[in-house]
């Protein structure tokens, strides 16, 4: 069997807002995106990943769709869809859309008629509940936004809906099989128009049922274990039912937001039963810059996605403060993308990463996510010129402020500039490009000593060795490595193999094999 395209391909994440903008009204489109193709083509990555495009009230951005089958007018029509989709194709690049299934918006018309009468043919499509008998809410479970109830009294039939995000985003009931055939064909329509896969949005969520009793937690109401149910890997079975019946090979990488040892692998299914290609495993996002718990997230996730598993990696997303940002150094951010780019697995990169942005510092007049993560969806500054407000290669001013190192991190300096994050991204996408190892090689974790992280990739004749020193004091370097040949460094400039390892520094290594 030949390896699945995702095994090999860099997937790189837009938010289409920040992205670019094509038409001035401050807010990024598809046609933004278009335009910025062959920069992507150019640093190498192989799909692209765009957070929700479709029809919505914006009020979680995106992520609550009132249709699921139509672009919103703010990201541009249905042929900048066609225009980007060939835009990709022609590069190469394939393009993954953000699928959110466990909820709609408040005002997707199947909701409105849902919530319209209580004999509305769509009324299980959604939860419904009788409040108990002391007016309280059915149960105690909390919205994941701002700690609120999870659930919404409709005065109209006297009932509560659930939800477990925003009241605007009330949660489909994927117990009624109307639900799950109205979700296949919407995952049906944008495959039939060419997409090569998606981003299925708390994917695990949607096993939840209907039987909803109490949490036993009094302080942590969100319900994510008691979703984790069989049901929710029946569903996915049939999803994958439905992707792989696609000669193009589309891929769904699952957002699975649970913690513990192999919950987020068990989505994955088993080799005769197969759910998700790929499933986020998020402790290592979770992880501090610090050599134990980075090793012990890195090491876990290699033990739950062992073959015939695949992990990912991930470092930044929209949902969380940018690395950069939560590691506080260019050169950890540059050690960090080392790792990512060379561990084994697919990894996810967050449009921006790869020129090393920070967080923008958001003031409070101007934070406009429910759940204040404003600053990572800051817009990319394509140009070093222009201030926190405006510039930036931006026709105007956008949703939001830039960057907070976005004077001296813009697009344009980076490009020509060796010592740019951007160089070192385009240097490491092409040594995995250049190596086999690095994409299907095996992977052995070295159990740390000090400060020094250490992994041995080998395929065949290959073997790759990867260094990182997690201190900001140098270490020697290791004995058993001094014939090694050096690959990449993450300081700039000229590098020897024997010196010690700066601080901050990773390096990749070449071993001479005897077979
Ligand atoms: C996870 C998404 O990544 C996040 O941005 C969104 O707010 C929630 N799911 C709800 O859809
Ligand atoms: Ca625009």
């Not at 401050?26 to 929700?52: E, H, K, Q």
């Not at 849902?114 to 149960?139: E, F, I, L, M, Q």
């Not at 949660?171 to 064909?185: T, Y």
Request: one cysteine or more; charged letters at 25%.
């Amino acid at each position: 069997m030949s390896t699945p395209w995702w095994r090999d391909a860099v997937v790189y994440q837009i938010y289409p807002r920040s992205f670019a903008d094509s038409n001035g009204d401050g807010i990024g489109d598809l046609a933004g995106i278009t335009s910025r193709l062959d920069y992507l083509a150019d640093l190498g990555v192989d799909a692209l990943w765009l957070s929700p495009i479709f029809t919505s009230p914006m009020r979680d951005f995106g992520y609550d769709v009132a249709d699921y089958c139509a672009i919103d007018p703010v990201f541009g029509s249905d042929a900048d869809f066609d225009d980007l989709v060939a835009g990709c194709h022609e590069r190469g690049l394939r393009l993954l859309l953000d699928w959110v299934p466990n909820h709609t918006s408040d005002r997707h018309p199947w909701f409105l008629e849902s919530r319209s009468s209580r004999d509305d043919p769509k009324r299980d499509w959604y939860v419904w509940k009788d409040a108990r008998s002391d007016g309280s809410p059915p149960n105690n479970w909390n919205a994941m936004f701002k700690q609120v109830p999870a659930w919404t009294h409709d005065e109209a039939t006297d009932q509560s809906y659930l939800h477990l995000f925003l009241a605007e985003q009330p949660d489909l009931n994927w117990a009624n099989p109307a639900v799950e055939e109205a979700m296949h064909a919407t995952l049906r329509y944008w495959l039939d128009r060419g997409v090569d896969g998606f981003r299925a949005d708390v994917v695990n969520l949607i096993g939840k049922g209907t039987d909803v009793d109490d949490l036993p937690d009094p302080f942590w109401r969100f319900p994510l274990l008691a979703t984790d149910r069989p049901f929710g890997h029946e569903l996915l079975r049939r999803i994958r039912a439905l992707l792989d019946s696609y000669d193009h090979e589309p891929m769904m990488v699952g957002e699975v937001y649970l913690l513990r040892d192999g919950e987020s692998a068990s989505y994955l299914g088993d080799l005769d039963r197969p759910e998700l290609h790929l499933s986020f495993d998020f402790r290592p996002l979770h992880s501090a810059w610090e050599i134990e718990p980075m090793h012990a997230a890195l090491s876990k996730m290699e033990s739950d996605f062992a073959e015939p598993r695949w992990p990912t990696f991930v470092l930044s997303n929209h949902d969380r403060p940018r690395h950069r940002t939560r590691y506080g150094t260019d050169a950890r951010a540059r050690a960090a993308a080392a790792l990512a780019l060379t561990a084994r697995g697919t990894p996810f990169l967050y449009a921006g990463e790869e020129l090393g942005l920070e967080d923008a510092v958001v003031p409070d007049e101007r934070i406009v996510d429910p759940d204040g993560r404003d600053g990572c969806r800051a817009p990319i500054p394509w140009t070093a010129a222009g201030d926190d407000e405006t510039g930036h290669g931006w026709p105007s001013r956008p949703w939001l402020p830039f960057p907070a190192n976005a004077a001296t991190h813009g697009a344009d300096v980076q490009l020509d500039d060796p010592a740019s994050m951007h160089t070192l991204y385009r240097a490491l996408l092409a040594l995995r490009r250049d190596h086999a190892v690095l994409r299907r090689g095996s992977i052995e974790f070295t159990d740390p000593a000090g400060a020094l992280l250490r992994f041995d990739r080998r395929l065949d004749e290959e073997a790759v060795v990867v260094l990182a020193n997690f201190s900001d004091e140098p270490i020697p370097w290791p004995t058993d490595l001094r014939a090694a040949d050096m690959l990449l460094s993450t300081i700039p400039g000229e590098r020897t193999v024997g010196a010690a390892l700066q601080p901050s520094e990773a390096v990749v290594l070449r071993q001479m094999r005897s077979k």
